[in-house]
């Protein structure tokens, strides 16, 4: 078992994970996002030839809402903070309760510390879908994010690498 | 901004105030009030869709944000899970 960029040659479409929105974007739009929009690069867990899971990763920032004044002004009072965005991380349904997520999500992680070399950034986002995907991240020390409808966690980059050791 | 084909109509109503506004920016650029109003709105609309990724705080949580942000670094206890993970191999 071993995690590879995602390519061309292998199989989406066998994926399932068994939500449909994570599903449907694998399938259809991460080989896209992959070479054509270089939106996001995309990780896969691959096993004797299959999928078994994959995560995304994409640039991203967050940045807090000004007030009318401060936007008039030309003058916003807080700078948009750097952050890695892991949009979608996912296990393929015939494999779930075998502590892959965690590994993988841990795979996630240690990349985005990797990247952290060479790029500043500050935050690592993860996007939750649902509340057991939320309560999955908190479970790993990720805080909510207090935001615009989507539940979104917050972990710091800097307590990432106290935390690894990095 | 221009779109190949104009097929769709957007009828909105405003207040005599915006109307006034609206005028009188479009004139200050020469360009007609409709024509300002879409493209000025179709900026508006880009703006929002690409900034889709980025995480927006509400302003009353961003203090707290940024105060977190300069704490020091500390080890998170929940995350020794994931450091204690057996690894997988990288291809």
Not at chain 1, 75 to 101: K, W
Request: net charge neutral; with cysteine.
């Amino acid at each position: 078992m071993h995690v590879e960029r995602l390519n061309r040659r292998h199989d989406r479409s066998s994926f399932g994970c068994g939500k449909e929105e994570l599903d449907s974007w694998f399938h259809h739009h991460a080989g896209q996002a992959e070479s054509r929009s270089g939106s996001a690069r995309t990780y896969v867990l691959v096993h004797e030839n299959r999928i078994m899971g994959f995560y995304s990763l994409a640039a991203s920032g967050v940045a807090a809402d000004e007030t009318p004044e401060d936007l008039l002004r030309g003058q916003p009072r807080y700078p948009v903070i750097p952050a890695v965005l892991l949009a979608r991380l996912a296990i393929d349904a015939s494999h779930h309760g075998e502590g892959l997520g965690e590994r993988l999500m841990a795979d996630a992680v240690r990349r985005v510390i990797a990247a952290t070399d060479h790029v500043a950034v500050v935050l690592l986002v993860v996007d939750a879908l649902d509340d057991s995907a939320a309560a999955f991240y908190e479970r790993y020390g990720f805080r909510r994010a207090r935001g615009d409808g989507r539940t979104r966690l917050l972990a710091r980059v800097k307590d990432l690498r106290q935390t690894f050791g990095a | 901004m221009a779109t190949a084909h104009k097929t769709q109509r957007l009828h909105a109503r405003l207040s005599p105030e915006q109307d006034r506004r609206l005028r009188e920016a479009a004139a200050v650029l020469g360009v007609p009030m409709s024509q300002f109003a879409v493209d000025a709105a179709d900026a508006a609309a880009r703006q929002v869709l690409s900034d889709e990724r980025l995480l927006r705080v509400p302003q009353e949580a961003a203090d707290e944000l940024f105060a977190w942000l300069d704490e020091p670094a500390r080890v998170v206890p929940e995350m020794r899970r994931l450091v204690d993970a057996r690894r997988f191999e990288q291809a």
